[in-house]
């Protein structure tokens, strides 16, 4: 079973819908018990980071997610969850929860803010997380902030929306997408498919 | 690249699509659901569903309607018609929409566009503006376009992106029904004086309508409700048309 962490943002159901879809178990948790027995994490969120830390931290969940993750278990982080995954945000110049090196900075070049809508993105490395996504594929995006992680080694996909940044990435068993797969029709549905197969 | 979407609209009335419905190959079109499964598999980018009488003893039947549309569509939802509160959206939110759309309570209390984008992020926040020629300005109507505001169309529009809107879906009165085409200068217009998508309604007729929208228009949506369901034109042809033309689309 997944368990899809629950911090009070974002559209949890619409995970839960996907998941459903795909015939994969999950359920939507603030219980550290329940994070504890899950095969798989999901960090979602859409919102602020500063109000996404405050509401982890208050749950102690910030802790929970570094501990499990020590243990190896697989998370993926969705939209505002792929970005709480590294040290700083500028958004409110938060402290996250720096499992990975590196910044969260604000899109300064398009004039239209948030990126609302389909994008590509350019799949960088060839690993069985993309089995069946073609390069340049259309995810759906809403987001004003991007990941700007030290260790370029983990960048597996990039967009371009005024300046390029890393719209998926890699390490070990945590994966972050900056773009919501839960809402990018079929291609989005095999990515979290992938992601159960070849990572959970 | 980021893609022109390309929206169909379902109006829904007591629990039924309405408007100009012609599909052969679904066994019940007027139903909300499994039109929404078919534009989903048809190539749409979102779905928009409004309540276009939005009345109140059925509030319950359209959120079990949101609630059945959310676990069948894997892409960005929207919902509207006759919302008035906080606890409104948070209601068409928790049923499975990612995004709301407010029009005639957003102008009689501009400050529930502010409250709306603080609570759930200016990402879920639609506001939708029903424009109508009158000279060379536009004026916005309410209540389905029975109600004159005075309100100017480019200064609301202006006003609500600064209040917190995230997106404007915009409608000419004008157009809306007539296949003539959308209104781009209006579309280029109020898309010229906000920083926040603009999503085009009202008019579309031919694929050449589509192209313009986007090209003159600068819109960075389109939406057509009655021309996709009777089967006139069909989001894949169209898609397929735009690409040649050099739009960016999804595919």
Avoid at chain 1, 4 to 16: E, K, P, Q
Avoid at chain 1, 119 to 140: A, E
Avoid at chain 2, 201 to 225: N, P, Y
Wanted: hydrophobic share 40%; proline share 3%; with cysteine.
């Amino acid at each position: 079973m997944i368990v899809i962490i629950d911090y009070g943002l974002g559209n949890l159901a619409s995970i839960t819908n996907a998941l459903n879809k795909l015939g994969i178990k999950s359920r939507i948790s603030d219980s550290p018990d329940m994070i504890k027995k899950a095969k798989a994490l999901i960090l979602p969120g859409v919102g602020a980071a500063g109000e996404g830390m405050r509401n982890l931290k208050k749950k102690g969940l910030d802790k929970i997610i570094l501990r499990e993750i020590k243990e190896e278990k697989p998370l993926l982080g969705i939209c505002l969850g792929m970005q709480l995954l590294f040290e700083k945000s500028e958004e409110g110049e938060v402290d996250c929860l720096g499992i990975f090196k590196g910044m969260v900075r604000k899109f300064k070049k398009e004039r239209k803010i948030p990126q609302i809508g389909w994008n590509n993105v350019m799949l960088t490395d060839k690993q069985k997380l993309f089995q069946g996504v073609p390069n340049t594929t259309f995810f759906y995006f809403v987001n004003s902030y991007y990941c700007q992680p030290s260790d370029k080694s983990i960048v597996v996909g990039v967009t371009e929306y005024g300046e390029r940044f890393a719209s998926v990435i890699r390490k070990g068993n945590i994966v972050g997408m900056q773009f919501h797969p839960e809402k990018s029709g079929d291609l989005g549905l095999q990515l979290l498919k992938n992601f159960n197969e070849a990572i959970c | 690249m980021l893609a022109k979407r390309i929206i169909p609209c379902l109006d829904v009335d007591n629990g039924r699509v309405v408007k100009g419905i012609n599909f052969v190959n679904i066994k019940d079109a007027g139903n909300p659901v499994e039109l929404a499964k078919f534009y989903n598999s048809e190539g749409a980018d979102e779905l928009v569903l409004l309540d276009i009488t939005a009345s109140f003893e059925n509030r319950s039947i359209m959120l079990d309607i949101v609630h059945e549309v959310a676990k069948q569509i894997f892409i960005p939802f929207t919902v509207g018609g006759g919302i008035k509160s906080i606890n409104d959206i948070k209601n068409i939110l928790l049923a499975g929409a990612d995004k709301v759309s407010i029009n005639t309570q957003a102008v009689n209390n501009p400050k529930l566009i502010t409250e709306a984008a603080k609570t759930f992020g200016s990402q879920c926040i639609v506001l939708a503006i029903d424009a109508k020629k009158i000279d060379n300005s536009w004026e916005v109507f309410v209540n389905g376009g029975r109600t004159s505001t005075n309100l100017d169309a480019l200064d609301w529009a202006e006003k609500a992106a600064k209040a917190g809107a995230g997106e404007i879906l915009l409608t000419s009165m004008d157009r809306d029904g007539t296949q003539n085409g959308y209104d781009n200068e209006l579309v280029e217009k109020i898309s010229s004086v906000v920083n926040i998508p603009v999503i085009a309604s009202g008019g579309a007729g031919t694929m050449k309508d589509f192209l313009e929208v986007f090209t003159e228009g600068k819109a960075d949506a389109a939406l057509a409700a009655s021309l996709f369901h009777s089967r006139k034109l069909e989001i894949r042809n169209l898609k397929k048309y735009l690409r040649s033309k050099k739009i960016a689309i999804r595919n």
